[in-house]
């Protein structure tokens, strides 16, 4: 990792050379070879023929010798009278080819023999020269292509050092920089285009946080509006309350547990809200004296607030849905393959925590619902300090265990009430609320116990109805 781009483009060209050049020289050096092998047998039995053709034209055998003599080819004739023409004969052996025949006709040749003899120690020679010629071309080709890649790359990678002087400039506080390339078909090209488009959200977003100011300001007169609508709703509740002193007992609980719900919800708004003014009004009172830290700073606490009410927004109307009667879409549902997702998910979140998956089983649910709560149900485990998840799948729902503290048994109805914050609960009171609602509307249920183990932890059930799709 402690090597520039330039040393390892550099060094993975050589290392290829020193892998292609090899292969390739052995590769040219075998192929010389076989066509040399090749080359000599055509031509001794070409020799071999013509001699057969001479003879049909009964050329004399001295004639005959000398014509059939070609360089590096040796030719003995010995006639059927004994006499031998050319040259004496030589014994075979690994350095001596040789191909015999018997000459089929003419007055003095019929019947004689012929031996053409040729040696192969040139062969073994050129492929010597051969062989010292590739490996001298190779190591050459070798320095001459280091050399270029070293002096080739410091062009070719001149774009990123420019790129590289840009980025500090703007880390330094200078704006308006750009690398606008001519190209963006190639791959500097496209970087340089995205890297110019991440200048401009940056830029955009500090623009943005500007206009948040303006905005924090709106939000202030929000406020303001907010704790009007909830002197009004505090009336309505008034109003309610007289309604419900003529209703019957149960429908004055309902509507006392609906005063209280729309009052915490009131409150939970409140604690973001306020957390947006407070940033607000901290901007716009450092104004441009504001370090960049301090901006920052007060810029991730508008994010996270704004964050954490839209959350708790979108918590409400999922109950309000649940309230109305939620819509379900049904489908076949691979509850281990959910169940995975969860381990992948906290592999990435909290390495911390090992997750132990057993069973299969699929039903027929509501995939994204399902998933809702299985998500919901693993973050409250490892929120409550669980090191270790065991989940197990049946045909009949899903046992999610953990090692944390428990949930003690005073609390355990409680817990699933809208708004009620467990010991380590880090959200507005909702999920548990939410995942019992999605389980009813499978015609289930969602409960907590001991472990059935009786280990240190709780657990809890997801029973499912089958349904039919």
């Known amino acids: 990792m402690n090597l520039s781009l330039r040393a390892r483009v550099t060094l993975t060209a050589i290392a290829v050379l020193l892998v292609v050049l090899p292969v390739t020289g052995l590769t040219v050096k075998a192929v010389f070879d076989a066509q040399a092998e090749r080359s000599l047998d055509s031509l001794l039995t070409g020799r071999a023929q013509l001699a057969q053709q001479l003879a049909r034209q009964d050329v004399p055998p001295v004639n005959l010798v ?52 040729a040696d192969t120690a040139l062969l073994a020679d050129a492929s010597a020269r051969l062989r010292t010629v590739l490996l001298l071309s190779g190591l050459a080709a070798i320095l001459i292509t280091a050399l270029a890649l070293v002096i080739g790359m410091r062009f070719a990678l001149a774009p990123l050092d420019v790129m590289t002087g840009l980025a500090r400039s703007i880390a330094a506080g200078r704006r308006g920089g750009r690398l606008q390339p001519g190209r963006e078909d190639t791959e500097l090209g496209r970087t340089a285009a995205a890297f110019d488009e991440m200048l401009d959200a940056l830029e955009g977003a500090e623009t943005a946080a500007r206009e948040s100011e303006e905005a924090a300001r709106v939000a202030e007169g929000v406020a303001r509006q907010s704790e009007e609508a909830a002197r009004v709703a505090e009336g309505v509740a008034r109003e309610s309350e007289e309604v419900a002193r003529v209703a019957e007992g149960v429908a004055r609980g ?78 076949p549902v691979d509850l281990r393959r959910l169940a995975e997702a969860q381990a992948a998910r906290l592999r990435l979140v909290a390495p911390d925590v090992t997750v132990d998956i057993h069973g299969t089983a699929t039903v027929t649910a509501d995939e994204d619902r399902l998933t809702q709560v299985l998500t919901n149900l693993v973050d409250n485990a490892r929120q409550a300090g669980a090191h270790t998840l065991r989940i197990t799948v049946a045909g009949t729902g899903v046992l999610v265990e953990d090692d944390g503290p428990g949930v003690p048994p005073e609390a355990r109805e409680r817990i699933f009430s809208r708004l009620v914050h467990g010991p380590h609960s880090k959200g507005a009171g909702l999920g548990l609320a939410i995942a019992r609602g999605i389980a009813q509307a499978h015609g289930g249920t969602l409960a907590t116990t001991d472990r059935p183990d009786g280990k240190p932890g709780a657990a809890f059930h997801l029973r499912l109805v089958p349904k039919n799709g």
């Open 254 to 331: 309902s509507e006392d547990r609906m005063r209280e719900f729309v009052a915490d919800a009131a409150h939970e708004l409140r604690t973001p809200v306020a957390g947006l003014q407070t940033a607000a009004e901290t901007l716009i009172q450092l104004g441009p004296d504001a370090t960049v830290a301090q901006r920052e700073e007060l810029e991730l606490l508008l994010v996270r607030e704004s964050r954490r009410a839209g959350t708790l927004v979108a918590d409400l109307l999922e109950l309000s849905r649940i309230d109305a009667g939620l819509q379900l879409h049904l489908s």
């Open 66 to 117: 000398r014509r059939v003599e070609a360089n590096g080819v040796r030719v003995t004739l010995s006639l059927r009278n004994g006499r031998v023409l050319g040259a004496p004969p030589v014994e075979a052996d690994g350095t001596v080819r040789q191909v015999h025949a018997t000459l089929q006709a003419g007055q003095q040749t019929k019947g004689a023999s012929l031996v053409l003899t």
